[in-house]
């Protein structure tokens, strides 16, 4: 441990007397050993000084002199006074110690066969000895985490012995910041009450660091690192225990920040291998090959051909953006909490995931997609492997229909319910209704007649001419003159059913 004024009082070589504020010795831990004549030499101390003099230049005649002395000590942070009798005074000044008690601080008689140089040499091998400790305390600790990385279970198992070293709790967040692991079993609750400290590191390249507070009512001091040599982490660590990480702890930390890098770069080149087999993969299932397609999965996708499954396909609501890959990495590491197979298929700004029908990691995508206003997707109906080609039409028509009504999410269920013009490219539509009834407006601008208002009602009333007149509060044969107007205009009969829809059509996209 580091040197404190307790230990050095304790050195029999030393000899030291405390003559003040004797009951704050034990908390005094002396970061360097200082030596100045000054009354001021508070502008050239850090804090954490054990300050020795002889009092040279103070005025022992002046007990406010010595007391504002003093107190620019305290102030600067030094944790104790060492005064050198024999040389300059005789004996400590009362003035002096009855101000360091005043300030509650710590005042030492060093004897004059103590030189100044031996209360300095003491500290010094104290300190690099802590230090040794520290740097072999990491060592062996770092040895030990590496044989639990290298274990079947190696994640669980280092975060355990990284939890059991701090004597605190250690989490580990996936990409998306979910908790992927924790140790102790009761620490994964406590850790995903971090997320949104764990977002904001997100937006920091990794390797970034924060210290925060740990959850409401905890005492945690919480230590959070991102894990990943690109732009981008990879994950993210979290450590929580009562007191402040020492050095030793620091190195520990580092030991476990470095292991969990390399094994999740490591994971990342299986990863890409496994993209680029899962888009083969997804090709052949989408050419009608998905005989061969389950040749090729084998073990690696388990039985996710073998049972119903659905289709999405997923883009950025704009041009750009992180949103499909976060989308990726939270399928992903749902399909390792579920232990569930599944095939996602990133290709550009472009998602497309195969999942099975009622699973959880569906149920993962369709909750991150409802959360995330970034994204527009759409979703096929549940189908048999062999039908995979028919479920990605499906999605891609769904999809598009989503962009059309600015929904996040269309599932193929959807399109076929309510009203067809959603599903129509909204500028092609306007331009047809505008061109269809552009002439019947005209007439009705420079001519009485109200066309447009009469055909609508017509048309609502299936033709019926006494109810549809009943509508407009006219005589029904006023209305039959009408359409006979419209038909004129239009050069088209109302006779014909394909006409009659046209024109419904057209005032149902002009709003009418």
């Known amino acids: 441990m580091p040197p404190t004024l307790t230990s050095l009082l304790r050195n029999p070589t030393l000899r030291l007397t405390v003559l003040a504020a004797g009951e704050h010795v034990d908390e005094a831990t002396v970061r360097w050993v200082h030596t100045s004549e000054l009354d001021d030499p508070a502008p050239y101390l ?5 300050l020795l003099t002889t009092g040279l230049k103070l005025d022992m005649g002046s007990p406010d002199a010595l007391a504002a002395y003093v107190g620019r000590l305290a102030r600067a942070g030094v944790v104790g006074l060492g005064f050198g009798v024999g040389l300059s005074h005789d004996t400590v000044p009362e003035a002096l110690v009855e101000a360091a008690q005043a300030h509650g601080l710590p005042l030492l008689e060093v004897p004059r066969k103590t030189p100044f140089i031996a209360i300095s040499k ?14 072999t305390a990491g060592f062996e600790a770092q040895r030990e985490l590496t044989r639990a990385a290298l274990a079947p279970d190696g994640t669980s198992a280092l975060l355990a012995r990284l939890a059991a070293h701090l004597d605190g709790w250690a989490a580990l967040y996936d990409a998306s910041g979910a908790v992927v692991a924790a140790a102790p079993d009761w620490a994964g609750r406590r850790a995903a009450r971090l997320a949104g400290e764990v977002d904001r590191l997100r937006g920091k390249p990794a390797p970034a660091s924060a210290a925060v507070a740990g959850p409401a009512g905890t005492e945690d001091r919480v230590q959070l690192q991102s894990l990943g040599t690109g732009r981008r982490p990879r994950g993210f660590l979290a450590v929580g225990t009562e007191e402040r990480l020492d050095t030793s702890a620091r190195w520990i930390v580092h030991a476990a920040v470095a292991l969990l890098t390399l094994s999740l770069e ?4 299986l990863q890409d291998t496994e993209q680029r087999l899962g888009g083969a993969l997804l090709r052949m299932l989408l050419v009608g090959e998905a005989e061969h397609a389950r040749t090729v999965a084998g073990r690696l996708y388990g039985g996710l051909l073998e049972a119903p499954v659905r289709v999405l396909v997923a883009e950025p609501a704009e041009s750009a953006g992180e949103a499909v890959g976060l989308l990726a990495e939270r399928v992903e590491a749902a399909a390792l909490r579920a232990a569930e197979p599944v095939l996602a298929v990133r290709e550009g700004n472009r998602l497309t995931v195969l999942a099975s029908a009622g699973g959880t990691v569906l149920a993962a995508c369709l909750a991150a997609l409802d959360s995330d206003d970034d994204l527009v997707a759409g979703l096929s109906a549940a189908v048999g492997s062999a039908a995979v080609p028919a479920a990605h ?19 193929h269920d959807e399109v076929g319910s309510g009203s067809v013009l959603p599903l129509l490219s909204e500028d092609a539509v306007r331009a047809f209704s505008d061109g269809l009834l552009r002439p019947l407006r005209e007439h009705d601008a420079t001519a009485r007649g109200d066309l ?12 019926q001419w006494d109810a549809a007149a009943a509508d407009l509060g006219v005589h029904r044969h006023t209305l039959r003159y009408r359409m006979r107007r419209v038909e004129e205009i239009l050069g088209r009969s109302l006779d014909d059913p394909d006409v009659r829809m046209e024109l419904w059509l057209a005032l149902k996209a002009a709003g009418r």
């Open 46 to 50: 850090e804090g954490g000084e054990l």
């Open 122 to 135: 003491a500290v010094s091998a104290a300190i690099a000895a802590d230090q040794y400790k520290a740097v």
């Open 266 to 269: 490591q994971s990342r080149t």
């Open 393 to 411: 039409e499906q999605a891609e028509r769904a999809l598009a229909v989503a962009r059309r009504r600015g929904a996040g999410l269309v599932e």
């Open 452 to 463: 447009v208002a009469s055909l609508q009602a017509w048309l609502s009333r299936h033709g």
